[in-house]
């Protein structure tokens, strides 16, 4: 079982609709996690990040942390076209910030 | 402004040529690390580093070795390039402090190995 592990999708929703991305992992010693958005041709960007249980809002976006059932989720509101792009969740293990497992990502298409 | 930066951007070399790829950032980070990221394996470590001469292997080292001699760079080494190490690389720098965790990528290094 991979460590970090995510609906591979692709997922296409239409613009304003609500974008629902998920991950799972199988550390149960795992502390943090974090969101990554890359568009097509670039680097991936941090977006969000997770430390306890429950949800945590920033503007459109809401990430939802599970421990119990050791999944994350991203939910992105309002979906805009420029929010086309591939999701990487990504969970340093423990409390060690230098090592980090990403999922594979999944690819978002936000259609007008 | 914050930034990393990697050189070169794209590179083909040969079989066995060794090559450095060279990264840089700006924002005296104690973590930083190398990716590789390649269709259908998604993104994977490769080493990081904690501080300076502390370094500490990912998920796929083989074939690779870094350095950390200074806090801002931290080169990746490819020894003898083999064709499979044809990818494209991130280098990224981090730091946690309290919960408060940023991190910010290289914009890439395309390597291709014939």
């Known amino acids: 079982q991979k460590e970090v592990e995510q609906n591979s999708g692709p997922l296409s929703v239409p613009e304003g609709a609500i974008a629902s991305l998920n991950c799972t992992y199988s550390?149960?010693?795992?502390?943090?996690f974090f969101w990554y958005r890359q568009y097509s041709g670039k680097s991936p960007e941090l977006i969000m990040s997770?430390?306890?249980?429950g949800d945590k809002e920033d503007g459109r976006f809401t990430a939802q942390l599970n421990k119990a059932s050791q999944y994350v989720s991203l939910l992105i509101r309002d979906s805009q076209p420029s929010d086309s792009a591939t999701y990487l969740c990504?969970?340093?293990?423990?409390?060690?910030?230098?090592?980090?497992?990403f999922g594979d990502g999944t690819t978002l298409t936000v259609k007008p | 402004e914050a930034q990393v930066t990697q050189n070169p951007r794209y590179l083909i070399t040969v079989t066995g040529k060794k090559l450095t790829v060279t990264c840089s950032q700006n924002?005296?980070?104690?973590?930083m690390s190398w990716y590789r990221q390649d269709p259908g394996l998604g993104l994977r470590q490769i080493y990081y580093?904690?501080?300076?001469?502390?370094?500490d292997k990912g998920d796929v080292p083989e074939g690779y070795k870094v350095s950390r001699k200074e806090k801002r760079n931290f080169p990746l080494i490819l020894e003898s390039p083999s064709p499979n190490q044809t990818s494209l690389y991130f280098c990224?720098?981090?730091?946690?402090?309290?919960?408060?965790?940023?991190?910010?990528f290289g914009p890439g290094t395309r390597l291709t190995v014939t």
């Open positions: 990224a720098s981090s730091s946690l402090t309290g919960l408060r965790y940023e991190q910010y």
């Open positions: 550390d149960r010693g795992s502390q943090s």
């Open positions: 997770i430390y306890s249980n």
């Open positions: 990504a969970g340093p293990l423990n409390t060690n910030a230098g090592k980090s497992t």
């Open positions: 924002m005296n980070h104690e973590y």
């Open positions: 580093s904690m501080n300076v001469e502390v370094t």
